[in-house]
């Protein structure tokens, strides 16, 4: 059974920083962060290969945020930096087959951590 448990999210001053992770559990997968903002539609963040040399992001976090991935210990990363207002959302962790691009209905979803930042 896959399980993907996140955890780190919080509130924190326009500026900040936080890290997140997500726990993953039963199988070995592509994986990336969504968001969902209030009154929004969930959104892309970034995703990365298996072996963690491949990453590519969303133009709103681009150079703010970095995933990274601990194989040897089924956990992925996500470091955001220079936080903003406007990244206020529930984030999610994602996990999909490898060889695909982005998760399809078969796509393994944590519950969800909340970011706030405060202006």
């Known amino acids: 059974q896959v399980q993907l448990v996140e955890s780190g999210g919080g509130l924190v001053q326009a500026g900040g920083s936080l890290k997140l992770s997500c726990a993953a559990s039963?199988?070995?997968?592509?994986m990336g962060w969504y968001r969902q903002a209030p009154g929004k539609e969930r959104e892309f963040v970034g995703r990365?290969?298996?072996?963690?040399?491949?990453?590519d992001y969303a133009d709103s976090v681009n150079g703010r945020f970095t995933i990274s991935r601990d194989n040897a210990n089924n956990t992925m990363y996500l470091q955001m930096n220079s936080l903003k207002p406007e990244d206020t959302a529930v984030y999610y962790c994602?996990?999909?087959?490898?060889?695909?691009?982005?998760?399809?209905?078969?796509?393994?979803w944590g519950q969800g951590t909340q970011v706030t930042v405060s202006s």
């Open positions: 039963g199988g070995t997968f592509s």
């Open positions: 994602a996990a999909w087959k490898i060889g695909e691009h982005f998760p399809g209905k078969d796509a393994y």
């Open positions: 990365i290969s298996l072996s963690g040399l491949r990453t």
